[in-house]
């Protein structure tokens, strides 16, 4: 069975400030991981995504994931954050099952 | 539309009732999912479709839960005899296809249920 820790559950940054988040799975094959971002009121959208290749994959608005196969980690970083970030950052992983296996969630909140 | 579409957006009703919610795809996609999110928790999944059939309903929390999908189109999630602890917000997501590893999936805005 597939599954995903994020540790972090509450962030509380300045703007400016770096980010990491972390990410990590549990499953021993090939596996598809990805973040999804939760701004205030809206839907789930897709962040970024790995499913093979380069395994520092860059997404939208400046973020960008590490795959490390050996660390079973996939973390989310962006050098220097601003208050837009502010919302829910989930992790998923989609391993042999075709169900994506989601974590708990971290609620970033930036302070201008 | 473009995206997954929900109804309704909010739904309160009393404990005991049934209530039905819909989930409105983006056009093409064969997989449809839906999620359960509670306060503080992250996404449960409930059930998935491939096309009308249902793989796989393993997360559905009890027999109170059903779902069904029509003309490969729209599902609808039945709640029968609701529950308080049935207060959640329940999100539909569709893919172009289920089977394919790297299928991002595109989510609604959800349903916020709350039983009295």
């Known amino acids: 069975a597939q599954s995903v820790s994020q540790h972090n559950h509450h962030v509380i940054l300045s703007e400016a400030a770096s980010l990491e988040l972390g990410c990590n799975y549990s499953?021993?094959?090939?596996?598809?991981l990805f973040w999804y971002v939760q701004y205030p009121g809206q839907h789930l959208q897709l962040l970024l995504k790995?499913?093979?290749?380069?395994?520092l994959v860059k997404g939208i608005k400046g973020f960008e994931a590490e795959f490390i196969k050996s660390k079973f980690s996939f973390n989310l970083r962006k050098p220097s954050v601003q208050w837009s970030d502010t919302a829910e950052y989930f992790c998923?992983?989609?391993?042999?099952?075709?169900?994506?296996?989601f974590g708990r969630g971290t609620s970033l909140i930036v302070h201008p | 539309g473009a995206g997954v579409s929900q109804s309704p957006s909010n739904k309160v009703t009393e404990k005991g009732k049934d209530v039905e919610l819909r989930c409105d795809p983006i056009?093409?996609?064969?997989?449809l999912y839906w999620y359960r999110q509670s306060l503080g928790q992250g996404l449960e999944f409930l059930i998935y479709?491939?096309?009308?059939?249902?793989?796989?309903k393993s997360g559905l929390p009890s027999d109170r839960f059903s779902a069904e999908r029509t003309g490969g189109s729209v599902s609808t999630l039945t709640i029968q005899r609701t529950q308080q602890e049935d207060s959640a917000v329940y999100l539909c997501?569709?893919?172009?296809?289920?089977?394919?590893?790297?299928?991002?999936?595109?989510f609604g805005d959800g349903t916020r249920l709350s039983i009295l």
């Open positions: 056009s093409g996609h064969t997989a």
């Open positions: 997501a569709s893919s172009y296809t289920s089977t394919g590893p790297n299928q991002p999936q595109h």
């Open positions: 479709f491939q096309g009308n059939s249902a793989p796989d």
């Open positions: 998923a992983v989609k391993g042999g099952s075709y169900i994506p296996t």
């Open positions: 499953y021993g094959g090939t596996v598809n």
């Open positions: 790995y499913f093979s290749g380069d395994p």
